[in-house]
């Protein structure tokens, strides 16, 4: 059984940091692409960023790139997301997935963690 | 400001069958066919019903089909069921290498 379970979410003051983690199990991690994806309080979602299986390739949307870094590590099975100069606009539930073979699909979602950033 | 366009919100009777749209570009829903739909109940996870325009993954009803036309692409949901109520998006790859979201669409079972 796939699960994805993350951890990290916290309150942080604007500009601020925080790690974000995703430990999987069920299936071989290092074979897929793997990604973020948020949901700010009462709104849709938004991909955040996706990493290749063997962690070479990174993607990010422009809302977050230069101040997030996701990264992963296949001996822990673990999924990261590296968040810096927080805003206010990036409070948040922010999901773990998994991709489809095809990549370009989750067909796995973790529980999500939440991400308030607010003075 | 979402970068796929669906509607609000949609409703229908049981036993009906309802379409929600998605509509995007050149760029993303009309030049590849990566469109995937995902279903959210409140406070739930979203879950995959379609990916690549028309495929379901294993578990998932029949009453669930996607289809693409040009720049737009389509859920249909048929049988309407009491347990089809929540939140509905769709998605697509984004050239160069990013994947877009709809707002969403509340489907509301009458």
């Known amino acids: 059984e796939v699960q994805l379970l993350e951890s990290g979410g916290d309150l942080v003051q604007p500009g601020g940091s925080l790690r974000l983690s995703c430990v999987a199990s069920?299936?071989?991690?290092?074979?897929?692409?793997m990604s973020w994806v948020r949901q700010a309080p009462g709104k849709g979602l938004e991909w955040v960023s996706s990493i290749g299986g063997s962690g070479y390739s990174t993607y990010y949307a422009d809302s977050v790139k230069g101040r997030f870094t996701i990264s992963r590590d296949a001996s822990k099975n673990t999924l990261y997301l590296r968040m810096n100069s927080l805003r206010t606009d990036d409070t948040a539930v922010y999901y773990c997935a998994k991709n489809t073979s095809g990549q370009y699909s989750f067909d796995y979602w973790g529980q999500g963690t939440l991400v308030i950033v607010s003075s | 400001q979402s970068a796929l366009t669906q509607p609000a919100s949609v409703s229908g009777s049981p036993g009906q069958s309802i379409i929600i749209s998605c509509t995007g570009t050149s760029s993303d829903v009309g030049g590849y066919n990566y469109v995937s739909w995902y279903q959210q109940h409140p406070g739930k996870a979203p879950k995959l019903i379609i990916y690549?325009?028309?495929n379901r993954p294993s578990g998932i009803s029949n009453r669930f089909s996607g289809s693409k036309s040009g720049n737009t692409a389509s859920l249909t949901i048929s049988g309407l069921q009491a347990e089809d109520e929540a939140d509905y998006y769709c998605s697509s790859y984004m050239n160069p290498n990013t994947l877009g979201f709809g707002g969403g669409t509340k489907l509301t079972v009458l």
């Open positions: 069920g299936f071989t991690f290092s074979s897929y692409v």
């Open positions: 690549d325009v028309d």
